[in-house]
């Protein structure tokens, strides 16, 4: 005879059954016979109080996005379930795998109105893989085994289960079965054999190919296979702002990233390849600028494991519809040896120009001039000895993170890509740091972003999360600034920023903290943060008119690019 078990209780249940030892969540009346069912569990289940369910969301994304494993949320009804919205469309956008889980109102009272109730799943439906509502105790655990394989299988993303108060109350008959089958869901496609032989067939002619590497390789565990491949065919890579890490950044082939704040020698021969072979990546507008004038000389090699990919923002040549992984182990062996070392060199002529004139000019400035994001970040990955994660918040700190801090291993750099959401960074970096306790996880940081989700400080008390916190202080709106410096004649329109004392909050919350003003002060403060098992801030001054470059302009060609406000780069004129 089964075992009969509410539902609430089935639920926790089946979330230890999925091998969920995490949870983040924020109690509330339509969930909290699900907290009381946790409060039986919590040897095996740790559950993770953030002060805001946005901050819920981005945890469970930093926690998804370090350990490849699915990240799970648990919130009440209305308000509750209306404030993870903003982190489900970032999940969606970046293929991260959550499971959501929202209290609802009783049946008898859903359409009427009642208390905290919101239309949980016409709102989400949009933004997920799955949205679905229980109303029954004995649905459960099917809803959830359902839920965690939708989650993760194929092209990751979030899920949510809307589950009613009375399915929580009701009882079951306990009894679970995982999911490793959807009738019309074929999340790993078999691979096209034809397809990757005209692939090959043409990797093979091309003098100057170049491979472009997205997310989808790390969420594949393709590392090692990419790297043999590219190895073996000498082809250049460059990568997506999601796609970094997947490759060692001192790998002899690896020149960058791609886009609008990419290295230069990238964006100018992205318009000079000859055949581009996309692996786990989208073509978004931040990669190919303009995409009239992208890659005109290129044939295109697409590899996704999502077909409505191709052809929607640049028409491939060859579509393989498969897992990046399994993709490149058919690929390999098809790829010939070849010499292409003079178009690998040309990337490194280009990227010695940007050396020369950006680079230069943002990692060594004159004694008493103020600081710049980029040395404060080379500084940090310097002294890390490559191998921390590093986590973004979204705006100027994010570009020169993901120009100036360097990778050795993979999963090591986390930022929200797609969506582009301000106060991401310090809830992400909690759950990095929870899923990684060995790894070193620095959080760089706005002045902006930081306020958006500072009360996630709390946590970080709570539990002593170890988290390494850099605040690039500008005392303004960094991103938008720099367009308003560069396309709206100067004009700052509500970008100046008037920040509180940020050592101060941060000592309230019993995490040490100091400010940096001064470039002789930096190595040691530094040194200060890592050497300290403890979270720990650094508050530092950032020269407010401190830009990213280079820059491609919205709307411009890939290899429109600017290297200055007032300098445009001539490829022309290294020919001399």
């Known amino acids: 005879m089964n075992e009969r078990i509410c539902g609430a209780e089935a639920l926790v249940r089946s979330l230890l059954e999925e091998g969920t030892d995490t949870v983040f969540g924020y109690p509330g009346g339509a969930i909290l016979t699900v907290y009381d069912k946790l409060y039986d569990y919590t040897d095996r289940l740790h559950h993770i109080l953030v002060r805001h369910e946005q901050g819920a969301v981005h945890a469970a994304q930093g926690y998804a996005r370090v350990s490849g494993r ?72 099917a809803a959830v085994a359902r839920a965690f394989y939708i989650a993760s299988t194929g092209r990751p993303g979030p899920v949510v289960l809307d589950i009613a108060k009375d399915a929580q109350v009701g009882m079951v008959d306990w009894h679970y079965e995982p999911v490793n089958f ?46 043999e491949f590219v190895e073996k065919a000498s082809i250049p890579v460059g990568s997506t702002l999601l796609g970094l890490s997947a490759l060692p950044s001192d790998h002899r082939l690896m020149k960058g990233m791609l886009g609008m704040h990419g290295n230069l020698g990238l964006n100018i021969n992205t318009n000079k390849a000859d055949v581009i072979v996309a692996v786990g990546m989208r073509f978004d507008d931040r990669v190919t600028g303009n995409t009239a004038a992208y890659a005109p000389s290129a044939k295109i090699v697409h590899i996704d494991i999502d077909p409505s990919e ?52 943002e990692l060594i ?9 980029g040395e404060v970040i080379s500084k940090v990955s310097q002294a890390t000895a490559h191998k921390a994660v590093a ?32 106060g991401f960074g310090l809830p992400a970096a909690i759950g990095a740091k929870i899923a990684a306790p060995d790894r070193t996880v620095c959080l760089f940081c706005g002045d902006g972003g930081f306020q958006m989700t500072i009360q996630e400080l709390g946590t970080i008390m709570e ?15 960094g991103n938008v600034r720099q367009w308003q410096n560069l396309f709206y004649h100067r004009r700052f329109s509500q970008t100046p920023m008037l920040n509180p004392d940020f050592i101060k909050i941060s000592q309230a919350y019993g995490i040490a903290a100091e400010d940096v003003d001064d470039r002789a002060d930096l190595d040691a403060a530094i040194a200060r943060m890592l050497a300290d098992d403890r979270p720990y801030l650094l508050n530092v001054q950032i020269d407010e008119t401190d830009m990213v470059f280079p820059m491609t302009p919205a709307g411009q ?16 004129s290294l020919q001399s």
């Open 182 to 227: 959807i009738r019309s869901y074929n999340p790993r496609p078999t691979v096209d054999r034809e397809a990757v032989a005209e692939a090959a067939r043409l990797i093979n002619a091309a003098e100057r190919p170049l491979l472009l590497v997205g997310q989808g390789v790390t969420i594949s565990g393709a590392g090692q296979k990419l790297r």
């Open 391 to 422: 986590v973004t918040d979204v705006g100027q700190n994010q570009m020169m993170s993901a120009r100036y801090f360097k990778f050795t291993q993979p999963r090591s750099f986390i930022s929200s890509g797609g969506l582009g959401t301000m």
């Open 70 to 141: 699915t990240g799970v949320v648990i919130v009440t009804s209305g308000p509750g379930a209306a404030n993870v919205i903003t982190g489900l469309s970032d999940a969606m956008a970046d293929s991260t795998p959550l499971v959501v889980i929202t209290g609802q109102v009783g049946r008898q009272y859903l359409g009427s109105d009642a208390f905290q109730e919101t239309d949980v799943v016409g709102i989400t439906q949009p933004i997920t893989k799955w949205a679905h509502q229980v109303r029954h105790a004995d649905d459960i655990p």
């Open 365 to 373: 400035r004159p004694q008493g001039s103020k600081m710049t994001m």
């Open 310 to 361: 191709f052809d929607k923002t640049v028409p491939s040549t060859v579509a393989i519809n498969a897992d990046a992984s399994d993709a490149l182990d058919c690929l390999l062996p098809l790829v010939k040896p070849a010499d292409r070392s003079q178009w690998i060199e040309s990337f490194d002529r280009h990227n010695r120009v940007e050396l020369d004139e950006v680079v230069a000019r």
């Open 557 to 572: 060609a890939v290899d429109h690019v600017m290297l200055s406000p007032d300098c445009l780069y001539n490829p022309e």
């Open 463 to 477: 539990y002593g999360v170890g988290v390494k916190m850099v605040i690039l202080n500008n005392n303004f709106l």
